[in-house]
């Protein structure tokens, strides 16, 4: 079973630049979550759709950051523009269901690097 | 709203010896509690988890992880490290405190290194 696909892995961009993102979940997964991991700290939900609705993107900051998922699986997230904070690694995560218990498997992620 | 805490950013033991990651949790109503490992360049893997029955849940790798409710703790042992369990090791919770959802809330992360 191909697992949680993401490209690019790294991105070095330059600050107030756009980057994007992409993610292929595990086939039949009807929830994928983003995360952003920062050095040094847990991963952070950004957002987490199921299907092609967003259940939760409370913490997503929604002035620079944008994120779809059309027809209910593949996924892009978008920076718009790069802050330096915003450096971290980006994760992709899928699930079968909502469920609370359901387990989340992850892609190897993207690094992003803004200077 | 819920919170983990790993104590210790760093643990350092030798191989053969005794692993103990320690996590806590805070929440109103016991949540759901997961062990991720997160090997250098790669995504998380779950280890096991906790969601309700038997109170020590053993995963893979020999891992294992006793629920304590009365002490709000999730700790992960392993009785002889290996070289190979070098890797950096996340306690995660999800439940009513998290909106239901499925959402995970990750401690910062414990970075196991195993001496030979």
């Known amino acids: 079973e191909a697992g949680v696909a993401q490209s690019p892995r790294y991105k070095i961009i330059e600050k107030r630049q756009s980057v994007a993102f992409w993610c292929n979940p595990i086939s039949g997964h009807a929830t994928l979550y983003w995360y952003q991991q920062i050095l040094g700290q847990g991963p952070k939900l950004l957002i987490q759709?199921?299907?092609?609705?967003?259940?939760?993107d409370s913490q997503l900051p929604k002035d620079r950051f944008s994120a779809e998922r059309l027809k209910g699986v593949d996924s892009t997230l978008k920076i718009q523009p790069a802050k330096l904070e915003d450096s971290a690694v980006y994760l992709c995560?899928?699930?079968?269901?909502?469920?609370?218990?359901?387990?989340?498997?992850f892609g190897p992620g993207t690094r992003l690097t803004v200077l | 709203a819920q919170s983990v805490t790993q104590l210790g950013s760093h643990v350092s033991v030798s191989e053969g010896a005794l692993v103990l990651l320690r996590c806590n949790y805070s929440?109103?109503?016991?949540?759901?509690l997961f062990w991720y490992v997160q090997y250098p360049n790669q995504g998380l893997q779950l280890l096991l988890k906790?969601?309700?029955?038997?109170?020590l849940v053993k995963g893979i790798n020999g891992f294992e992880a006793e629920f304590k409710k009365s002490e709000t703790s999730f700790h992960l042992t392993k009785p002889s490290a290996h070289m190979s369990d070098a890797a950096e090791y996340f306690c995660a919770v999800s439940g009513v405190g998290s909106g239901n959802t499925g959402k995970l809330i990750f401690g910062q992360g414990t970075t196991l290194q195993v001496k030979p």
């Open positions: 759709f199921q299907n092609n609705g967003v259940v939760d």
């Open positions: 929440s109103s109503v016991p949540p759901y």
């Open positions: 906790y969601t309700t029955g038997a109170t």
């Open positions: 995560a899928s699930s079968l269901g909502l469920g609370l218990i359901d387990t989340q498997y």
